[in-house]
């Protein structure tokens, strides 16, 4: 068995990164979609983009203290290596992170502009130049991020997919179940902030709108997941045996339950069950605040569980004959 | 006049491996390596019921690959190879990430702590450049590893492999590992 | 030895190492260059000789700004076979290990206590100069003892002791090998080598040779094991390394090898295998072995061994036909049973009746080289007779090494006088005797115990004054001749200076010597010493030779067949190889190995029984932190069907009791040893604090090794313990 290099940190990165991703595309996408010509989810997407790039940030942060020498992590800018996935990675990363940031600039309202301006030093001309009202920028800006958040979705998958070494993760379905998952966190973080903002009590329409994309994301994760379990048992030994990790291993109790069950089955029943009423039957959407806090949470711990379990399993596998280590 | 191109390998003969560790500490000693970190390692297999039984011993270490995975995830090109097949970490290079460690097939590297930065065999090339053998290869009492150059084809790997059998370690991971098992 | 010349003839050592060295840049050794330690420009490779345990392979220190940087195996000598174990290239750690014992140390608290004022090396000398010489005036210079154990400066020592005039000076070979020495020594007149690198067929009673490294058997052994040039059969209640190499493997019962070895004797004779030329021209009493052995049939063999009579028939017959290159081994540690030098006899007389005697692949009486000795003043022979009355109990045993049991028996019952003082250089009997309460128990009649050692040994821990002597590579030692098939000539010499406040035995003997008025007998220094002995060494410029190279070896043939002359006499009674020897019917013995069943464990108990593993050496390598890693703690192996019976499972910590004491240890619940029998290694469980590693981790086997010895050569029975295992 391999010991675990990687440890919770990259865990949080993983699911931060993700979650900015989701929380870009949902924002993107709100803003994208109109309803006679204006934006239907205006405040859907205004949250999504005043949340989006702080994860990834915070994220980003903790990838570098990480490191063993987090003072060297500027050496990842000088190169660029188009094998390395975490080279690509650290680029897409970055200009995403600055995408995701003008796009939040985009939407601060003038007052909130002049607020955060207001708490640096007159002398810093030059930093003031820069409270410039770019709210024209927005859509551009959503149309630019849409494929980096995707981007950076697919990357937190692809930066385990990639290693050819762990028979858990080498397939490109990790890259897929990633990206939805992401997708489907950001959805439910974003629904999360709207049902918790108490000043600005969300509206059936929107909560609507975010369960939608939540339910169609968490079906396409679900619909991954299947092949990859499908496909591990069809291949060869090493992957079968790697699949034995959450297939009667250390972390099958922790995939099927907490995870798959938890972290996906629920929270999709409860979202079906909201919508299913108002789509199939025509009936007014009830949006249950309760039901929704739930469902969004359970798919942000789905969400984490998901990057817990493969980082962790992900190392422990491998093509490495069962030879004992050192003893 | 040119230089003749090189291609360095290890053949080992597994069978004649005492698990005594000799190969472990000259690497320790000769590499630096601290304590609670190996840079080589004899993997050890006990099978049987009393009172039939076995025990295999087969030493390891980086297996030097011709593809190797570790230097293709390299995000700063800390880890490299050099035209004769060594793998090595630049360790001014490398930041620490371990993505490497975890894209090592053959769990070749460690992590050093103190430096903040990864580390593994590097088939003792201030040796090798000297035209010495590894320190693992000198000290075995059995002689189990035999340290060569692929290209040379009066070499004794060469002879080895063309007169035994033997097999390489998990090719199906594409890294084309360097480390060569006589049967 | 061919793969071993290839390796180097491919990689030849170019002459001026040193100075490509600077082409090393960072890679390989960066924390050398960060540090700003020196390059390794300044890199020097000075020759010596390994100390780490009795083998004396030859080592090459690299040396960079004034650190060993690392020992590199010395090709040049051919016992070592260009090798270094896992122990010698720790050595450095010896050295740098910062448990060491620092300056000398003199007891403040009580016995054990651990309290301890650092003391200069007079104050320490001059105490003990005065502390022995109340004993002497007490009891007389033979109410001092003076134990040793095997270590190129262990002669000053013993001869310090004569010098003083006791004449109880102990050395470790009764707890080692007196037994197989006595045995072959009977029989040949002489302990032979054995030829492992040509032999076809070996059998071996329990010398783990592959875990217990004997240079060069454990290399050439294992080359022809695996190469198929030879075959080996393994007994042993362990599957040990060298079990899983061998080509078979027999767990037989504990103390019946002599019983497997009479049976194959009782076959070959009776199916006429034997080679009859040699054993009409060299041996006598072969008449009188074929018939005493006619009792010992397979069948009953069977019974005593649990070895299948078919299996014992079988290789009887081959190991006969192997002939000359067949080799029954004799074993090292021969500190087994009570019965254990007539199962060595037993070897050497199936060996003979084979007639592998000086024959390639056969055993080899040792060749020799000569070499020079310093002359010193010579003291007196001690009044007292020994106390541990070697000559009446033991007649035939090595007086001059003593009877280890047997002595500590005389001294606790303070019979036939007492002794009151101890000193002790490089040995550790606290973990090295049996019974360790009765070494305790020693160790508080003393009115004094003086130690000469590298660490705060559990001895030196019991100690009144510690006595730090510099390592190996701090120090020049005398020079070494190992007599061998391939006999060598081996000097070590000063690698690095002294790190810590420690001197080299010499100068500790000389510092005492001086206080106790002896110093005429110790007027010489080390560099003397050496001169002396490098001037009849066969060798051209051979104090230059010496220094650049620290071996000499006569070159690669050995020969063969010196004694295989009618007229050679042989250095026993009758001048003849003696299978029947009247020598010990003369002194009450079994002149020919009659078989005794040894007592059996009964069904709550087990026989605890022991042995080593590669990477230590006896009882004081488990603190060295490179070999430590790979043991951090010991474990009792205890076979799975006796562990369900008890409950007992794997990783948790037992109790092992015996008649003298229990410890506390975890149970490693494996297949590889006897449902009868549990193993554990030495080396743990220290009372030591300065141990830091080891101290108080594990258990420390000779807490409960119960006292037992040979009847003829005194050797330790260390195989007779029986222990109840439990839940702890
Ligand atoms: N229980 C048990 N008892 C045994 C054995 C066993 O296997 N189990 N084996 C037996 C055998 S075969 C033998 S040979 C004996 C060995 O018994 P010992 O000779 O007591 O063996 P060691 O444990 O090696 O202890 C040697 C001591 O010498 C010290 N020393 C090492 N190098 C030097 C040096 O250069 N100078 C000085 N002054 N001191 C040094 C070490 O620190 C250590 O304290 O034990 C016997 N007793
Ligand atoms: N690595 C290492 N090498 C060493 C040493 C060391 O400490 N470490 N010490 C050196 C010294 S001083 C010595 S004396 C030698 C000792 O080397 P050996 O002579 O090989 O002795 P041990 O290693 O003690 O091995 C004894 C073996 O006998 C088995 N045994 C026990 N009872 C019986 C029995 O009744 N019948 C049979 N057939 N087998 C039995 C035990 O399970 C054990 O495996 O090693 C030398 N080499
Ligand atoms: S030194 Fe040789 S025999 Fe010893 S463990 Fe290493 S490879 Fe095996
Ligand atoms: S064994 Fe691992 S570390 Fe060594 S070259 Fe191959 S992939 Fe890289
Ligand atoms: S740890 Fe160092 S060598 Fe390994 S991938 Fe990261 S930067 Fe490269
Ligand atoms: S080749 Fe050198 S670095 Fe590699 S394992 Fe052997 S001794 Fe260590
Ligand atoms: S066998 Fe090992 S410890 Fe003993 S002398 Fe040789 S290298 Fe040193
Ligand atoms: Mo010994």
Same mark, same amino acid.
């Given at each position: 068995m391999h010991e675990t290099n990687w440890g919770l940190l990259i865990v949080v990165y993983l699911f931060l990164g993700g979650l900015s991703a989701g929380l870009f595309f949902a924002s993107g996408l709100a803003n994208y979609l109109k309803v006679d010509d204006k934006p239907a989810y205006a405040r859907v997407a205004r949250m999504g983009a005043l949340l989006a790039p702080w994860p990834v940030a915070i994220g980003s942060g903790l990838l570098i203290l990480d490191? %063993?020498?987090?003072?060297? /992590?500027y050496k990842l800018f000088m190169h660029f290596r188009w094998e390395s996935p975490m080279s690509i990675g650290s680029w897409l990363l970055t200009a995403f992170t600055v995408i995701a940031f003008l796009y939040l600039y985009s939407w601060l309202k003038e007052d909130e502009r002049t607020w955060i301006f207001s708490k640096?030093?007159?002398?810093?001309k030059l930093i003031h130049r820069?409270?410039?009202?770019?709210?024209?920028w927005r859509e551009t800006l959503g149309m630019i991020g849409f494929p980096f958040s995707i981007g950076v979705g697919i990357y937190t998958g692809v930066l385990l997919g990639?290693?050819?070494?762990?028979p858990f993760w080498n397939t490109n379905l990790v890259a897929q179940m990633f990206l939805f998952s992401a997708l489907s966190s950001g959805a439910a973080a974003l629904l999360l902030a709207m049902v918790l903002d108490k000043k600005n009590p969300i509206e059936k329409h929107e909560t609507k709108f975010l369960v939608t994309l939540d339910v169609v994301f968490i079906s396409l994760e679900l619909f991954i997941i299947l092949p990859y379990l499908i496909h591990g048992e069809l291949s060869t030994q090493a992957v079968k045996q790697a699949l034995d990790l959450i297939l009667g291993g250390p972390f099958t109790f922790i995939f099927w %339950?907490?995870?798959? /069950?938890? %972290?996906?089955l629920v929270p999709l029943a409860i979202e079906v069950y909201e919508l299913f009423p108002a789509i199939f039957k025509g009936r007014e959407f009830h949006g249950s605040r309760n039901l929704a806090l739930t469902a969004a949470s359970l798919v942000l711990i789905g969400g984490f569980l998901l990057r817990y379990i493969f980082v962790y399993a992900g190392q422990m596998s491998? /093509?490495?004959?069962?030879m004992g280590l050192l003893q | 006049m040119a230089m003749k191109k090189k291609r360095y390998a290890l053949v080992i003969d597994?069978?004649?491996?005492?698990?005594?560790?000799a190969c472990v500490v000259a690497c320790k000693a000769e590499?630096?390596?601290?304590?609670? @970190?190996?840079?080589n390692r004899i993997n050890e297999e006990r099978k049987g019921e009393y009172p039939t039984l076995s025990i295999n011993f087969e030493p390891e270490q980086? @297996? @030097?690959?011709?593809?190797p995975s570790c230097v293709r995830v390299c995000p700063t090109g800390a880890s490299w190879q050099r035209k004769d097949g060594i793998v090595l970490v630049n360790y001014d290079e490398?930041?620490?990430?371990?993505y490497c460690m975890i894209a090592c097939p053959y769990d070749a590297r460690y992590f050093n702590e103190e430096e903040g930065v990864v580390d593994k065999c590097t088939f003792c090339v201030q040796r090798v450049d000297k035209g010495e053998v590894p320190a693992c290869v000198e000290t075995c009492p059995s002689k189990v590893r035999v340290f060569g150059?692929?290209?040379?084809?009066?070499s004794r790997i060469r002879e080895l492999l063309a007169t035994r059998r033997y097999k390489v370690k998990e090719p199906q991971t594409g890294n084309?590992?360097?480390l060569y098992y006589l049967l | 030895m061919g793969t071993i010349r290839m390796d180097r003839r491919l *990689?030849?050592?170019?002459?001026?190492a040193t100075a490509g060295a600077?082409?090393?840049?960072?890679? #390989?050794c960066f924390k050398y260059f960060k540090k700003g330690r020196?390059?390794?420009?300044d890199a020097k490779e000075i020759p010596t000789t390994c !100390?780490?345990?009795?083998?004396k392979c030859s080592a090459i220190a690299v040396v960079e700004g004034g650190f060993i940087r690392k020992l590199n195996p010395n090709p040049e000598n051919p016992k070592s076979r260009d090798m270094l174990c896992a122990r010698g290239n720790a050595a450095v750690m010896q050295v &740098?290990?910062?448990?060491?014992?620092k300056q000398p140390m003199i007891r403040v608290?009580?016995? +054990?206590? #651990?309290k301890w004022k650092p003391v200069s090396w007079d104050e320490a000398f001059d105490y003990t100069a005065k502390k022995l010489a109340e004993i002497k005036q007490k009891y +007389?210079?033979?109410g001092t003892l003076w134990s040793s154990t095997e270590g190129f400066q262990e002669k000053f020592f013993v001869n310090l002791g004569q010098a003083f005039g006791s004449p109880n000076i102990v050395r470790h070979p009764t707890l080692c090998l007196a037994s197989v020495n006595l045995a072959y020594g009977t029989t040949f007149g002489t302990v032979p080598s054995f030829d492992m690198l040509n032999s076809k067929y070996v059998i071996m009673s329990g010398a783990n040779r592959f875990e217990s490294i004997i240079t060069p058997d454990t290399m050439d052994l294992i080359g022809s094991v695996m190469e198929r040039k030879a075959k080996l059969v393994y007994l042993d209640p362990r599957f040990t390394v060298t079990a899983a190499k061998a080509d078979e493997w027999y767990p037989i019962k504990p103390g019946s090898d002599l019983a497997f070895i009479l049976a194959m004797l009782n076959v070959i004779i009776a199916e006429k295998r034997y080679h009859k030329d040699f054993v009409d021209t060299y041996t006598l009493g072969f008449d009188q072995l074929a018939e005493h052995v006619k009792q010992y049939t397979p069948e009953w063999a069977e019974k005593e061994t649990e070895i299948p009579a078919k299996d014992i028939i079988r290789i009887a017959r081959e190991f006969a036909d192997a002939g000359t290159r067949a080799l029954y081994y004799s074993g090292r540690?021969?500190?087994? &049973?009570?019965n254990d030098f007539q199962m060595r006899r037993a070897q050497a007389i199936l060996n003979t009746i084979v007639g592998n005697w000086d024959q390639m692949g056969g055993m080899v009486p040792n060749a020799s080289l000569p070499k020079g000795e310093f002359l010193f003043m010579p003291w007196d022979d001690p009044k007292a007779s020994r106390v541990d009355e070697v000559k009446t109990?033991?007649?035939?045993?090595?007086a001059s090494d003593g009877v280890y049991l047997k002595l500590r028996e005389n001294v606790l019952s303070g019979k036939p006088y007492p002794i009151k003082g101890w000193m002790v250089y490089k040995q550790d009997p606290m973990n090295a005797l049996p019974d360790q309460g009765k070494t305790l128990k020693m160790i508080e009649d003393m009115d004094f115990i003086g130690v000469i050692d590298l660490q705060m040994s559990d001895m030196a821990w019991y100690a009144d004054v510690v006595f730090p002597e510099s390592a190996y590579l701090e120090r020049t030692d005398p020079v070494e001749v190992m007599p061998g098939i391939w006999p060598a000539v081996v000097y070590r010499q000063q690698?690095?200076?002294?790190?810590?406040d420690t001197k080299p035995n010499l100068e500790i003997v000389q510092g005492l010597a001086k206080r106790l008025g002896l110093s005429d007998y110790f007027d010489y220094t080390i560099d003397q010493w050496v001169e002396a002995e490098f001037?009849?060494?066969?060798?051209?410029m051979a104090a230059e030779h010496m220094k650049k190279h620290g071996v000499w070896a006569a070159t690669g043939e050995a020969h063969y +067949?010196?004694?295989?002359?009618?007229?050679h006499r042989f250095v026993t009674k009758s001048g003849k190889i003696e299978i029947f020897s009247e020598r010990l019917q003369e002194n009450g013995y079994d002149p020919l190995p009659v078989y005794n069943q040894i007592a059996q464990p009964p069904a709550d108990r087990f026989r605890l029984i022991l042995g080593r593993v590669g &990477?230590?050496?006896?009882? =004081?390598?488990?603190? =060295?932190v490179w070999l430590h890693e790979f043991m951090p703690e010991n474990d009792l192996w205890i076979n799975p069907a006796p562990a369900a019976r008890l409950g007992i499972k794997n990783g948790e910590y037992v109790n092992v009791a015996s008649s003298v004491g229990s410890v506390r240890i975890k149970a490693?619940?494996? !297949?590889?040893?006897?449902?009868?029998c549990v193993f554990m290694l030495h #080396?743990?469980?220290?009372?030591?604090?300065?141990q830091s590693l080891v101290y108080n981790v594990g258990a420390s086997d000779a807490v409960i090794l119960e006292t037992a010895w040979d009847k003829?050569?005194?050797?330790?029975? *260390?195989? #007779?313990t029986f222990v109840k295992v439990s839940n702890a």
């Open positions: 490191l %063993g020498n987090w003072y060297r /992590f640096i030093p007159a002398s810093w820069l409270n410039v009202d770019i709210s024209s990639a290693v050819s070494s762990r %339950g907490p995870f798959l /069950f938890l %972290g996906l491998s /093509f490495h004959s069962k | 597994s069978r004649k491996c005492l698990n005594c560790k590499n630096k390596v601290p304590v609670g @970190h190996f840079r980086c @297996h @030097h690959c011709d593809e490398c930041i620490g990430c371990r150059d692929l290209e040379d084809p009066k084309g590992p360097q | *990689f030849l050592k170019t002459a001026g600077v082409a090393a840049t960072q890679v #390989g020196s390059t390794a420009a !100390e780490l345990c009795p083998n &740098y290990d910062p448990d060491r014992i608290g009580a016995r +054990g206590e #651990g +007389g210079p033979e540690r021969s500190s087994w &049973y009570e109990n033991f007649p035939l045993a090595a690698v690095v200076k002294p790190i810590h001037k009849d060494l066969p060798i051209p +067949g010196k004694t295989l002359t009618p007229d &990477y230590f050496t006896h009882a =004081n390598q488990s603190n =060295n490693r619940v494996t !297949e590889e040893i006897r449902p009868d #080396g743990f469980g220290k009372k030591s604090k300065m003829v050569s005194g050797n330790a029975a *260390f195989h #007779g």
